[in-house]
């Protein structure tokens, strides 16, 4: 990875990245990987978890009880050692007190209102807040200047990232407002795949066995403004923009600027000096407020970085529409459907080969290849389930 620096009349070429920033890349790649072996059907949150850190922004989950957001957040911090940490559930009960510290009785005595924030929030560089929407107005709005501004009581605060897991989506408007807070939004679900639910049952506890110093961290974040962009991902972001606006989906150009960044971090966490089309990918995460809009986005994004990749989406909606007509077929109560299960079998496996001859395309960017080939292992799956519950094969 190298760039021109100029020196007097001269150019010089020097690496963005040093020797021992290299090794950090190459420590989070080997944490990524003991992670989403044990974080099954959670590459993606993976990836965000580093980005947000490295880009100093905030990331939250959404999704139902029991699906690991909360252990995957606990474990992906231990990998870390020297950083400051504050974890902390929310209601609607929680005090600031609790979050920022009490008020120091001696200042108070001379009339000076300044809480003491040992061990509290403002002294954290990462910060887990669970379900952080049932907090009150009067928590969220503490929270702001922390998150946007690094500051609390007039002074600078070590604050790098917030993460947070919650079961709900937030509806009250003032909690909405707080909400766009988070640069990145992921829905987490339960397990797909069977093979991998079964891998679930025989996994223990998780052990951390790469670490990363805070001052490693700390000297790799530093770069992330010196990554390249080049005129192709300014002209498909643009491109996204358009296309979300006709569909009424208008993130604001702050949430542009902060997914910018955060493709940076992404391509200095892949060892590159410029980003690239497939970094555009995490910008689902990103775009979207509402999620009935994620399935939206999610489409013109693909649309944007590769056509192929939009029709693999394609076809795989057919298939699950296919899987939707075949669910309450009862093959026992009437035989006559056996025919109708055999043709949506055939179907399946039709879209499924054709997924495969898409993801073969040597042009393919590595992404948008890696969720081709899950998709088509999600179709072969879905074929197998309905041939063991409506023929018994």
């Known amino acids: 990875m190298v760039q021109a620096k100029t020196k007097g009349t001269e150019i010089e070429l020097v690496e963005l990245l040093t020797e021992p920033e290299k090794e950090t890349v190459s420590k989070i790649k080997a944490i990524a990987q003991q992670l989403n072996g044990y974080f099954l059907e959670r590459e993606d949150y993976v990836d965000l978890l580093f980005i947000s850190r490295l880009a100093k922004q905030h990331v939250v989950s959404f999704g139902p009880p029991g699906t690991g957001k909360s252990y995957l957040i606990v474990s992906w911090n231990t990998h870390f050692t020297g950083s400051r940490n504050f974890s902390y559930q929310l209601n609607k009960f929680t005090v600031p007190e609790e979050i920022f510290g009490i008020f120091s009785l001696p200042k108070m005595k001379l009339e000076k209102y300044e809480r003491v924030v040992t061990d509290k929030l403002p002294e954290a560089e990462i910060a887990y807040l669970d379900e952080v929407f049932n907090a009150n107005t009067s928590v969220l709005n503490m929270l702001n200047e922390p998150m946007n501004e690094r500051a609390f009581q007039g002074k600078n605060v070590p604050l790098e990232t917030i993460q947070s897991a919650t079961n709900f989506m937030p509806e009250e408007k003032t909690t909405v407002a707080f909400y766009d807070r988070f640069t990145w939004r992921i829905m987490v679900d339960y397990l797909h795949e069977a093979r991998n639910f079964e891998k679930l049952m025989r996994l223990g506890k998780y052990a951390p066995s790469e670490f ?182």
Request: some cysteine.
């Open 212 to 393: 990363i110093t805070k001052e490693e961290f700390a000297s790799l974040q530093q770069k992330v403004d010196l990554v390249q962009v080049p005129a192709a991902v300014y002209a498909a972001i643009s491109k996204m923009r358009e296309m979300l606006r006709i569909q009424n989906i208008v993130p604001s150009d702050r949430r542009f600027l902060w997914a910018l960044r955060g493709l940076k971090a992404r391509a200095l966490l892949n060892g590159r000096e410029s980003c690239s089309q497939d970094d555009l990918w995490i910008l689902k995460y990103a775009l979207w407020s509402d999620p009935k809009d994620v399935a939206i986005v999610e489409s013109i994004i693909m649309k944007c970085i590769d056509p192929d990749a939009a029709r693999i989406k394609e076809i795989f909606d057919q298939a699950v529409d296919v899987e939707k007509q075949l669910r309450p077929l009862d093959v026992d109560k009437d035989p006559k459907l056996f025919a109708d299960v055999k043709e949506g079998l055939n179907k399946l496996t039709k879209i499924a080969d054709a997924i495969a001859e898409l993801r073969s395309s040597p042009i393919m960017i590595p992404r948008v290849r890696q969720v081709a080939e899950t998709l088509e292992r999600n179709v072969r799956e879905m074929k197998e389930n309905i041939k063991k519950q409506k023929l018994g094969d």
